[in-house]
């Protein structure tokens, strides 16, 4: 959306370089775990996906990494392009019963050239 | 072209003047969801639905309502708008897996700007 990301925290990378955005999540049983990339004026988009019973998971270019004893999730962007300019939210969701998502509210990332 | 349609894109409205925004999926995906998007609060999901004529509350179903006559279609239904509902809002939906309760990727539509003045 346009205007979403002007309370965001920002990551500048340059290009070329590897990003790493962080995000914590809130509930202990979630077992769930998305990355989703929104440019501006367009819905999320998924990028990589991870399970409870997973610590690391690898896409093309994408890393995510859990660690459920500190309730912390990374994304890695190898060889970072302008086209990764973006907001990257995190997700979370518990699906023993429930199919609700928490989403955390993102962070800007910005690839200078 | 497998997609997630909303309309209208953009609305302005007057507080109390009932509106409905549509929400198609033409991947036969079990799972549809509302989501509103406003700034430094990220998404919050509104409602969602496992299946036809099932639906469940998200985070922030105050004042919507929403209805899955059909598995394509989920309405989000404003009955009496009010300012604090100004918000950017996406529907998105997912494959439920052979199992029927595994969501997994979602899919967003492209977003629909509401104003209620």
């Known amino acids: 959306g346009e205007n979403v990301g002007l309370h965001l925290p920002t990551l500048s990378v340059q290009e070329g370089d590897n990003s790493i955005i962080n995000c914590a999540y809130s509930?202990?049983?979630?077992?769930?775990f998305i990355w989703y990339k929104q440019e501006s004026g367009k819905g999320p988009q998924f990028i990589i996906d991870?399970?409870?019973?997973?610590d690391k998971r690898q896409g093309q270019r994408v890393t995510v990494l859990l660690n459920k004893t500190v309730k912390h999730l990374s994304l890695q962007i190898a060889a970072t392009q302008p086209g990764d300019s973006a907001v990257y939210f995190c997700?979370?969701?518990?699906?023993?019963?429930?199919?609700?998502?928490?989403f955390g509210t993102g962070t800007r990332l910005k690839v200078l050239a | 072209e497998a997609q997630v349609t909303q309309n209208p894109r953009y609305l302005i409205t007057v507080t109390g003047k009932k509106l409905t925004v549509t929400c198609s999926q033409n991947?036969?995906?079990?799972?549809m969801s509302w989501y509103r998007q406003d700034p430094g609060l990220g998404l919050r999901q509104i409602y969602y639905s496992m299946n036809v004529e099932v639906t469940d509350k998200g985070d922030v179903p105050e004042g919507y309502k929403v209805s899955r006559k059909e598995k394509r279609n989920f309405p989000l239904i404003l009955e009496s708008p009010s300012p604090n509902q100004t918000s950017l809002y996406f529907c998105?939906?997912?494959?439920?897996?052979?199992?029927?309760?595994?969501?997994?990727?979602?899919?967003f539509g492209p977003g629909t700007r509401l104003t209620v003045t």
């Open positions: 991870i399970r409870s019973n997973m």
């Open positions: 991947m036969n995906h079990e799972y």
């Open positions: 509930n202990s049983a979630s077992d769930y």
């Open positions: 998105a939906s997912s494959s439920t897996g052979t199992s029927g309760r595994q969501v997994g990727e979602q899919y």
């Open positions: 997700a979370e969701s518990a699906h023993s019963g429930t199919y609700k998502y928490i």
